[in-house]
Nanobody, 124 residues
């Protein structure tokens, strides 16, 4: 089992930046590919970004390419999402997730473990 806890959400103005973090329990963090998803009010939960076990490969949704950066520090059992040039449409609850498969698998059902989410609100 893996327990995931997100942090770092908050309120930011459009054009601003925010970094959210996800801390994982256990000694096997590096065995999992990690992903970030988000869910806006009244919307489905959508894929945002993923990263391979070593952190050497990443994948992004088109909506965030060039603005968001996913990274991980396996020594700290933590994955990050740096969000720049934020837009009001980025407002959502952001969730981190872990899977035993490849980072290239980006469907919600591909992921085995989920955090509780952290709220990100971008004001216009």
């Amino acid at each position: 089992q893996v327990q995931l806890v997100e942090s770092g959400g908050g309120l930011v103005q459009a054009g601003g930046s925010l970094r959210v973090s996800c801390a994982a329990s256990g000694r096997t963090f590096s065995s999992y590919a990690m992903g970030w998803f988000r869910q806006a009010p009244g919307k489905e939960r959508d894929f945002v970004a993923s990263i391979s076990r070593s952190g050497g490969s990443t994948y992004y949704a088109d909506s965030v390419k060039g603005r968001f950066t996913i990274s991980r520090d396996n020594a700290k059992n933590t994955v990050y999402l740096q969000m720049n040039s934020l837009k009001p449409e980025d407002t959502a609850v952001y969730y981190c997730a872990a899977q035993r498969g490849s980072y290239i698998n980006i469907r919600e059902r591909d992921y085995d473990y989920w955090g509780q989410g952290t709220q990100v609100t971008v004001s216009s």
